[in-house]
C-alpha cells in the first residue's frame, strides 16, 4: 500500500459525459501528478500541482482539467469524453517535486479506470 | 527532450532463468532513471532509482540495474527468476527540460511472463 488512495476504482460512462476522478495524497505529500495509461499511448503524464498550485503541464487535452485542494487532495475532471479516452488514470505524490540537489520520490495511487462507452 | 525505449513488449523466461529487460534512454543532461514494477490490476511500485553515485543500483525483490552512460542503457537484471516476478516492468527518466518539476517521462513497458 503505497498510502495514496484514489477514487472510484471503475468508472463506466457514456460519450460526452464529465467525470471527476479523486486523488488523496500520502500523509505529508505537496506535489501530486496525473498520468493516463491507455494501451496506445503508454503511460503518459498530465499534469502537476504542488501546494495547490499548478506546476507543470504534459500531454493533456483541453477538455481535462485539475486542481488540487487546500487540503491537498486532487480532482481531475475530464469532460465531453470520448471513446478514446477509456484509460487508467493514475495519481502519484511526492514530498516535493524536483530541485537540483534531491529527487522525491513519486508513489502511485492504485489509478482508476474509465471506460467511455 | 529525454525518451525511453524499452526493447521487447514481452520477455518470458524459465524460472529460476537470468531475467534481463533491456531500457536505452535519450537525455540531453544526466539522467535520473527509474523502473517501476506493476502486477495486474495495481499501481505503479518503484524497484529502484538512479540519481547519481555508484552506477550498478540494487533494488528490491533482487533486482538490480546499471547505468552505462556510454550506452545511454540502464537494463534491469535478476539471477534468477521467480514466479512472482510475472508483472508489467516500466523503466523511466525524470524529465528535467524547463518548467519541469519532476514529472517522468516512462516506457512503453515489457510484459514479463515467468514459466515452470
Known amino acids: 500500500d503505497s498510502g495514496v488512495t484514489q477514487t472510484p476504482k471503475h468508472l463506466i460512462t457514456a460519450t460526452g459525459q464529465r467525470v471527476t476522478l479523486r486523488c488523496s495524497p500520502r500523509?505529508?505529500?505537496?506535489?501530486v501528478y496525473w498520468y493516463q495509461q491507455s494501451l496506445d499511448q503508454g503511460l503518459q503524464f498530465l499534469i502537476q500541482?504542488?501546494?495547490?498550485?499548478?506546476?507543470a503541464k504534459g500531454n493533456i487535452l483541453e477538455r481535462f482539467s485539475a486542481q488540487q485542494f487546500p487540503d491537498l487532495h486532487s480532482e481531475l475532471n475530464l469532460s465531453s469524453l470520448e471513446l478514446g479516452d477509456s484509460a487508467l488514470y493514475f495519481c502519484?505524490?511526492?514530498?516535493?517535486?524536483?530541485?537540483?540537489?534531491?529527487?522525491?520520490?513519486?508513489?502511485f495511487g492504485p489509478g482508476t479506470r474509465l471506460t467511455v462507452l | 527532450a529525454q525518451s525511453v525505449t524499452q526493447l521487447g513488449s514481452h520477455v518470458s523466461v524459465s524460472e529460476g532463468a537470468l531475467v534481463l529487460l533491456r531500457c536505452n534512454y535519450s537525455s540531453s543532461v544526466p539522467p535520473y532513471l527509474f523502473w517501476y514494477v506493476q502486477y495486474p490490476n495495481q499501481g505503479l511500485q518503484l524497484l529502484l532509482k538512479y540519481t547519481t553515485g555508484a552506477t550498478l543500483v540494487k533494488g528490491i525483490n533482487g533486482f538490480e540495474a546499471e547505468f552505462k552512460k556510454s550506452e545511454t542503457s540502464f537494463h534491469l537484471t535478476k539471477p534468477s527468476a521467480h514466479m512472482s516476478d510475472a508483472a508489467e516492468y516500466f523503466c523511466a527518466v525524470r524529465e528535467s527540460d524547463g518548467g519541469s518539476q519532476g514529472n517522468l517521462i516512462f516506457g512503453k513497458g515489457t510484459k514479463l511472463s515467468v514459466k515452470p
Open positions: 500523509s505529508g505529500d505537496l506535489s
Open positions: 502519484a505524490s511526492s514530498v516535493s517535486g524536483w530541485t537540483a540537489a534531491a529527487y522525491n520520490e513519486q508513489f
Open positions: 500541482y504542488y501546494n495547490g498550485e499548478e506546476r
